[in-house]
């Protein structure tokens, strides 16, 4: 099995994501010893959904991001540009309105959106900072955006500890669990390589968001950056 490299090639992304898709909700519930559900219990919070919005939830694999926005009564778009993934999501949660796209190229037109979030995907584009001007492209003015992805954690002594875990405890427990456990190599790679909260901020705001404020879950371990389009 494949695994991609720190450049992001989108075509050996996506196919790293297929790779993985039969397995992926279950093998994040582990290695984040379920923290993941809190977490993303927190963004629908700061997102905030309500009937009658249109969001777009990018990166959104399988789906389990997205229902709680269709629960609220709002019309969510789950969007990711691995097929694979949005094969699985769709013979879950058919009534999702599933759709192939590139972060970098959304397949959707200007100020289109109510709210835009992203999940963990932010990291995986090639521009990052492109494929936020892409998120507000298509965000209606006053419209909000959150983002939910690996940070560094805030406690010194902790931080050396998660770095451990992430090369060294991370990749053996994929092994067991994952049906690619390569890829969870490049995740622990492309963590370590990610900016930290200050970091992600400053470049939301170069690609034209507000003033961003985040909130530190779980030591730091992951941060959730949210923001306006003015």
Request: charged content about 25%; glycine content about 10%.
């Amino acid at each position: 099995m494949s695994r991609a490299g720190l450049d992001k090639e989108p075509h050996d992304v996506a196919k790293m994501f297929d790779g993985v898709a039969e397995k992926y909700d279950l093998t994040n519930d582990v290695l984040s010893l379920g923290q993941d559900r809190r977490w993303r219990k927190r963004v629908v919070e700061l997102v905030a959904p309500q009937p009658g919005e249109t969001i777009l939830d990018l990166a959104a694999g399988t789906g389990t991001s997205s229902q709680p926005f269709a629960d609220a009564g709002a019309t969510v778009v789950p969007c990711d540009f691995s097929i694979g993934m949005l094969e699985v999501g769709k013979r879950e949660r058919p009534q999702l309105a599933f759709t192939a796209g590139d972060g970098m190229r959304l397949p959707f037109g200007d100020e289109t959106f109510d709210a835009v979030t992203i999940s963990f995907g932010l990291r995986n584009i090639v521009d990052p900072i492109a494929g936020l001007r892409e998120l507000f492209r298509v965000t209606k003015p006053g419209g909000r955006i959150v983002v939910c992805e690996f940070s560094t954690p805030t406690w010194g002594p902790f931080d050396a500890v998660y770095t451990n875990y992430l090369m060294r405890a991370l990749p053996t427990i994929a092994r067991k669990v994952s049906s690619n456990p390569e890829s969870y190599v490049y995740l622990a790679e492309s963590i370590r390589e990610w900016p930290d909260q200050k970091g992600l901020a400053l470049r939301m705001v170069e690609a034209g968001w507000g003033k961003v404020e985040w909130h530190n879950l779980s030591g730091g371990i992951v941060a959730l950056h949210h923001s306006f389009r003015p």
